[in-house]
C-alpha cells in the first residue's frame, strides 16, 4: 500500500473568487454549474456569495456599473381589481440611480410575466 499524499488546500485569488460571484448573477446561471465548471465545491461559493455583501475586498472586485446583486422594489400591497380583469397591462418600474425603466407586460401573459421577473430577480 502506498503512502497517501498530503492534501493541500488551494487558495484563490480575491479576482478569482469575485469571478465566481459574477457568475452567479448571469441569467439562467446556477451555483452549482459554476462551481462545477470552476472545479469548487457548491457550499464553498455559496460562501462567497454571502460574504460578497460583507467582505469588502470582493465586493470592490466585482462591482461594475452593468452589474448589481440587489435590485430595490417598490411593491404597493393596496388592494384593486387585477390588471387580467381591467384589461390593464402589468406595470413594473425599475430604478437604478438616475436611470429609470418601466415595462409593461400583456396581463393576458402573467404567468409569463411572473416566470420573466423570478429570472430577473434571480
Not at 47 to 58: E, V
Not at 82 to 104: D, F, L, N
Amino acid at each position: 500500500m502506498q503512502p497517501r499524499e498530503k492534501h493541500r488546500r488551494r487558495r484563490h485569488t480575491v479576482e478569482f473568487k469575485a469571478a465566481a460571484v459574477a457568475a452567479c448573477g448571469e441569467p439562467g446561471a446556477s451555483v452549482a454549474a459554476v462551481a462545477l465548471d470552476r472545479k469548487l465545491n457548491a457550499n464553498l461559493l455559496r460562501t462567497w456569495i454571502n460574504r460578497a455583501g460583507k467582505a469588502p475586498l470582493i465586493r470592490k472586485a466585482i462591482a461594475a456599473p452593468e452589474m448589481t446583486s440587489f435590485l430595490p422594489l417598490r411593491i404597493d400591497t393596496h388592494r384593486e381589481p387585477t390588471s387580467a380583469a381591467t384589461g390593464r397591462p402589468i406595470r413594473v418600474h425599475i430604478r437604478k440611480g438616475r436611470t429609470r425603466v418601466t415595462i409593461e407586460w400583456p396581463a393576458t401573459a402573467a404567468g409569463a410575466c411572473a416566470l420573466w421577473l423570478r429570472e430577473l430577480l434571480g
